[in-house]
């Protein structure tokens, strides 16, 4: 999925189709969690989300004013806990919420509209210039690297693994199966699910010309390029590694529900948009994190993201009038 500056970084390609007995198995939850704890990390993230300058922009604010805010207050924040014994643990979270917000937010449009910058930009074709938008997230992914300095973080505790493809699903309210299943027959059938649904909303509001369809073959290579950038960028930045630093604070299908409804918020303003596109963003967001947690590996994540963020590409780029 993709922002109106969307969003790689270490791409989840490393196969480790292997049986669930030989797959790093996710810490060990405390049976209780800190009720300040996950009070502190559900406010940080909605703080932390789109959603203030989705409320500041309906009363007619503009600029980098909010955001620059919730960077200060989520690095003091990440500060102040950081010297207490009972809420260390959220220190990394919070201090990932404010890079993530920093470089989605403030770095990645600066540098868009800074000359030299914008002038390249200007003078590309535009499946090029999707992809250099896009590229400028990575800088929020390479600042995400600061959150691990002094911390035991893995690359299991990352996800950053292809995964046991073929892991069992659990069962769960939203999805309408209760029979036992396989992540291997759940995984291409979510795939097209998702796939239509984008489909038909961004019909409904971009009114493509579908004509145009036979004139982007030859975008083909950027379309690929885009989309797997984005999707590995995002999994990154949302997922892999708010989950690791989350992992002794909350359980693991809360903190899947956290970072789904902060991914939610962010394509406020993206493709899927609107308060639609948030709840089309934050159910997608859900059922990623869900495969990363069962099959224990980024795969399927990447996999289902990808083919949303190339059939967006596509309809945007039917849309595009020069």
Not at 37 to 57: F, K, N, Q, V, Y
Not at 165 to 177: D, H, Q
Not at 293 to 307: D, K, L, N, P, S
Request: aromatic residues 12%; charged residues 15%.
């Amino acid at each position: 999925m993709a922002g109106s500056i969307r969003e790689g970084l270490p791409s989840p390609i490393e196969v480790a189709d292997v049986p669930p007995s030989s797959v790093a198995q996710p810490a060990v939850t405390p049976p209780r969690v800190d009720p300040w704890c996950r009070a502190i990390a559900w406010g940080a993230m909605l703080g932390a989300s789109l959603l203030p300058t989705i409320l500041s922009r309906s009363a007619g604010e503009e600029g980098y004013s909010v955001p620059v805010a919730q960077v200060l207050v989520l690095v003091l924040a990440s500060l102040i806990v950081g010297r207490s014994s009972r809420l260390r643990v959220l220190s990394g979270f919070l201090l990932t919420l404010a890079v993530l917000r920093l470089g989605w937010s403030v770095i990645a449009p600066i540098v868009a509209d800074w000359g030299p910058v914008y002038g390249l930009m200007d003078g590309l074709d535009w499946g090029p210039k999707m992809f250099v938008i896009r590229l400028l997230n990575v800088t929020g992914a390479l600042l995400m690297l600061t959150t691990f300095v002094g911390r035991r973080i893995t690359r299991d505790d990352l996800f950053l693994r292809i995964g046991y493809l073929n892991a069992p699903v659990k069962p769960e309210r939203i999805l309408w199966f209760r029979s036992p299943l396989r992540w291997w027959h759940l995984g291409p059938l979510i795939v097209l699910i998702f796939a239509l649904a984008m489909i038909a909303f961004l019909f409904s509001n971009l009114r493509p010309n579908f004509w145009q369809l036979t004139q982007h073959w030859q975008l083909l290579p950027w379309a690929v390029a885009t989309a797997a950038l984005n999707a590995a960028n995002e999994e990154f930045q949302f997922r892999c590694v708010p989950l690791a630093h989350l992992r002794n604070v909350l359980p693991l299908r809360e903190g899947v529900w956290l970072t789904a409804i902060f991914f939610g918020l962010a394509h406020y303003f993206g493709q899927p948009s609107g308060w639609l596109g948030v709840a089309m963003a934050a159910i997608a967001g859900f059922i990623w994190g869900k495969s990363m947690v069962e099959t224990r590996g980024a795969g399927w994540a990447f996999g289902i993201h990808f083919v949303q963020d190339l059939v967006i590409f596509y309809f945007l780029a039917m849309s595009f009038k020069p």
